[in-house]
């Protein structure tokens, strides 16, 4: 029997059950690389009950950072030698937008000669072509170099046609952003703690549940993309309980390491902190002890707050307050 007739078999064993045999819904999802429309996704959003979910819109700076990635290798191509052209976008430079200035992220692709064991032969010195971007208009412009290979300017432009084709798009990672930040809104637990993939949720977030795999069908069915969520429930017996106690431990104590590093090091440097800062180390530690709270109600198991070093971030935080300037 595979694994999908094995869900869909407890799934069948379990639907008539009542909710109090449950102690929530275990939960994966999956993304694939796509480019859609952010006016269809937040349609979709709002037709699933999760508006308040919608991302920003992308800007023009956002997509072309995305299209022409520092740092990757696009293309490689062979000579009749045996001599290997890779392809290279390397960042030049960034002037950020002002009142007087427009602003331009300048990015350059180049090209790296090596042979067939990959050892580098020759870096010209100009390489393809430059590619300036520009913050006001959104206009991207490309001037291949004299001594560009006809690779290297075919790579340029196949990147500007990509980056038109895909202005005012979200890509995979933005609808996998979605769903994380439904989840951990909804105080969701990571069980698989760095490797992360699958979530719990109680069941008094049922909805969000129902939410998310409405969403992913919408996205499904109507835009075709490779979008799946899935979930099942979780009887509540001692195993089950045990399990999401130590990814509940895990998934906080991981966050209050992360923030307490962050209060740490504005507290030692004594130089005041604004006000801003302040804010958003205390809300992050207001939703740590509100995560807290729910799973050691959910759990029957008082000492959360001990076990995860929150009450020390706590104090922290407080002595943080002192220093607002």
Known sequence: ????????????????????AFLGSVVWFSTSDCDIQYTSVV????????????????????????????????NEAATEDGIIERLMVRHVSLVSPTK?????????????????EKLSLAYPSQGGGEVVFNYETGSVAITPYDE????AE???????????????????????????????????????????????????????????????EVLRRDLSLGVDFHSLPLLDDLKQREM???????????????????????????????????????AK???????ASEYESLLKHEGLVAETSL???ALQVQALFGLVK
């Open 43 to 74: 349609n979709a959003l709002t037709r699933s009950g999760l508006a308040s979910m919608a991302p920003r819109p992308p800007c023009d700076a956002d997509v072309f950072k995305r299209t022409f990635w520092a740092g990757t290798h696009r």
């Open 148 to 151: 560009s290979t006809p690779q």
């Open 285 to 291: 530690l207001q939703a740590l002890q509100a995560k």
């Open 154 to 216: 075919n790579l340029l432009h196949d990147l500007r046609r990509q980056y038109d084709r895909t202005r005012g798009c979200l890509d995979g990672s933005a609808l996998r952003g979605i769903i994380t930040r439904t989840l951990d809104a909804a105080k969701a637990v990571n069980l698989r703690g760095k490797a992360g993939g699958v979530y719990f949720l109680s069941m008094s977030h049922e909805d969000v549940v129902a939410s998310l795999e409405t969403w992913t």
């Open 244 to 282: 999401v106690l130590d990814g509940v431990r895990e998934d906080i104590s991981q966050d209050v390491k992360a923030l307490t590093v962050d209060v740490t090091e504005a507290l030692q440097q004594n130089e005041g902190v604004t006000m801003r800062r302040f804010a958003s180390a205390s």
């Open 100 to 116: 007087e200035v427009p602003g331009r992220i300048v990015r350059k692709v180049v090209s790296e000669f090596v042979d067939a």
């Open 311 to 313: 009450g020390m971030l």
């Open 1 to 20: 029997m595979s694994i999908t007739q094995e869900l869909q078999e407890f799934q069948t064993r379990t639907k008539d059950l009542d909710k109090s």
